[in-house]
């Protein structure tokens, strides 16, 4: 298993550009999420999902889209980077919910930089 | 506002000492607790679940304890390693809709 995937590993925007984080997880899980961390700063929770077609807002969503067409993918957009969204985003995926059985496993990163 | 608050914001202790790392949390109510460990670069990977009933929980070196009526957890690390070095991260999780709080982090750092 190779777990939670996350592609590109590091990128660096333009301000205005579009782009898309791409996160692939293997375990087959229904649940999926993609978190911003910003330094010194707990995980923010940008949007997730609970299963393919089903997609909502966390708590940043602002700037970002996503969707869920398969339950392995859920890809991240930016449709005009702004320097604000300069940070290492992060997407997880779990079997349920945040409930103590479920643990949330994490990709390793895309460090994204908007200039 | 539900918080979780860390402290301290960083550590640096000698290889093989013991550690302690705290959390207090506003989070009402509370579902569950978590401590994750990120190395650089990294995404987090969890060390320990605790419920509300559950004071102690152990993973290898690696020890939390949960206070539910003060609101408060601990990690202890014994006989800390140059592979603990990494950013100590407390999750608390609201009952109800399962919403994850993350705090900033405790940056330990294991020097020779």
């Known amino acids: 298993n190779a777990g939670v995937t996350q592609t590109p590993k590091f990128r660096i925007l333009k301000i205005g550009q579009s782009m898309t984080l791409q996160c692939t997880q293997d375990?087959?899980?229904?649940?999926m999420y993609w978190y911003r961390q910003d330094p010194g700063m707990g995980l923010k929770l940008i949007y997730y999902?609970?299963?393919?077609?089903?997609?909502d807002k966390g708590e940043v969503p602002n700037g970002y889209n996503v969707s869920r067409s398969t339950t392995e993918d859920f890809p991240l957009r930016l449709e005009l980077a702004a320097p604000s969204q300069t940070s290492v985003y992060f997407c997880?995926?779990?079997?349920?919910?945040?409930?103590?059985?479920?643990?949330?496993?994490f990709g390793p990163g895309t460090r994204l930089t908007v200039t | 506002k539900n918080q979780v608050e860390q402290s301290p914001q960083s550590l640096i202790i000698l290889e093989g000492k013991n550690c302690t790392l705290q959390?207090?949390?506003?989070?009402?109510?509370?579902?569950?607790l978590r401590w994750y460990k990120q190395d650089t670069g990294r995404g987090p990977v969890s060390l320990t679940i605790m419920t509300f009933s559950e004071n102690t929980k152990s993973n290898g070196r690696y020890t939390a304890t949960l206070d539910a009526d003060t609101k408060q957890s601990s990690l202890h690390i014994t006989a800390s390693q140059l592979s603990d070095s990494a950013s100590y991260i407390c999750v608390v999780i609201l009952f109800g809709n399962e919403k994850l709080t993350f705090g900033t982090g405790t940056r330990l750092t294991i020097i020779p």
């Open positions: 375990m087959n899980h229904n649940y």
């Open positions: 997880a995926s779990s079997y349920s919910t945040g409930g103590p059985t479920y643990e949330q496993y």
């Open positions: 959390c207090n949390y506003t989070v009402s109510p509370f579902s569950n």
């Open positions: 999902s609970v299963g393919a077609g089903i997609t």
